[in-house]
């Protein structure tokens, strides 16, 4: 079954995810991003620019090959569904991830807006509804709860 982890309180979604993914990677895990067009093209830039000398290899589901796509440990992908591997899924969207089943893990990632707060609050709802194990980890105060 999957586990969800909704990291809440972050500053800036997109540095946050960067980071997270650097961490994901660094542990030889594969990670697929999903979200809206416009934030994987945004996430995309800042893959490359978080970091002055650190480049985090990823590609986008569409449009690749199937080798790249197989030697990618970071996929960006509007539809999750058909990434090449179900390791770790990281939402960017406000909704639930089609085919958010298929991975081992799930992390959502929840700024401090009002508006993300209560999109965060809705999915986790609906993630413990169906008999998901959903965790909190504050970032603001980096403590699991």
Not at 49 to 78: D, I, K, R, W, Y
Not at 110 to 115: A, E, F, K, L, M
Not at 116 to 130: F, L
């Amino acid at each position: 079954m999957t586990e969800v982890t909704f990291h809440f309180n972050a500053p800036d979604k997109l540095g946050y995810v960067c980071n997270v993914v650097r961490s994901v990677a660094a542990k030889g895990r594969r990670i697929v991003v999903t979200g809206e067009p416009q934030a994987l093209r945004q996430l995309d830039v800042a893959l490359w620019t978080f970091e002055p000398l650190e480049f985090l290899p990823h590609c986008h589901a569409a449009g690749a090959t199937a080798a790249v796509l197989q030697a990618s440990p970071v996929v960006l992908a509007e539809a999750p569904r058909a990434a090449p591997h179900q390791e770790v899924l990281v939402n960017l969207g406000p909704g639930i991830p089609e085919g958010f089943e298929r991975f081992e893990r799930l992390v959502e990632v929840v700024t401090q807006g009002d508006d993300d707060r209560m999109g965060g609050r809705q999915r986790a709802k609906h993630y413990k509804d169906r008999g998901y194990p959903v965790r909190h980890y504050n970032v603001a105060t980096r403590e699991m709860l």
